[in-house]
T-cell receptor, first 113, second 113 residues
């Protein structure tokens, strides 16, 4: 595809359930980022993947959050035992190189009831 | 203008007017700045960037001004159009291969026809 895609576009879940959010970066982009955007807020960095290097997980808010990137392409962000404060838009971005221009996907809007 | 900790600022202009969106950044070590536009339901889209060795950069209908003395960044949009209505974010990082962007909360621009 021409851009970063994310699925699902919307996810409604019940408190305590696990969710998985998917990101397909632009083909050939080695760097992939996850951000969280709460209502009326800027973007909060969560995690960064670069090639085969160990990811930078310094932005993950708790151990309920994890992410993986398989084969250097698709990434999945998993939130276990979801809480209402996890409700936000989760955005994925990719860039051709580390520090390069980041291209964002449309996001997944997560609502935890 | 925008600053961390405040409610989302709003700017309402008439079509054809010039718009100025302001951003106060926090890290004096930041040397790379980006403006993003985010339309409703979409991910942020790169508009223009500037490095700290410059104080002004122009694009198509947009100009970014950087004042490092007071840590202030502004985005000027000439002849604002209804399609410019969106939330505008500034982001900063220390440039080079640094991948972590720190985003402001954003300013909502509404263009009235």
């Amino acid at each position: 595809g021409a851009g970063v895609s994310q699925s699902p576009s919307n996810k409604v879940t019940e408190k305590g359930k696990d969710v998985e959010l998917r990101c397909d970066p632009i083909s050939g982009h080695t760097a992939l980022y996850w951000y969280r955007q709460s209502l009326g807020q800027g973007l909060e960095f969560l995690i960064y993947f670069q090639g085969n290097s160990a990811p930078d997980k310094s932005g993950l808010p708790s151990d309920r959050f994890s992410a993986e990137r398989t084969g250097g392409s698709v990434s999945t962000l998993t939130i276990q035992r979801t809480q209402q404060e996890d409700s936000a838009v989760y955005l994925c971005a990719s860039s051709f190189t580390r520090g390069g221009e980041q291209f964002f996907g449309p996001g997944t809007r997560l609502t935890v009831l | 203008g925008e600053s961390v900790g405040l409610h989302l600022p709003t700017l309402s202009v008439q079509e054809g007017d010039n718009s100025i969106i302001n951003c106060a950044y926090s890290n004096s070590a930041s040397d790379y700045f980006i403006w993003y536009k985010q339309e409703s339901g979409k991910g942020p889209q790169f508009i223009i960037d500037i490095r700290s060795n410059m104080d002004k950069r122009q694009g198509q209908r947009v100009t970014v001004l950087l004042n490092k003395t007071v840590k202030h960044l502004s985005l000027q949009i000439a002849a604002t159009q209804p399609g410019d209505s969106a939330v505008y974010f500034c982001a900063e990082n220390s440039g080079g291969s640094n991948y972590k962007l720190t985003f402001g909360k954003g300013t909502l621009l509404t263009v009235n026809p």
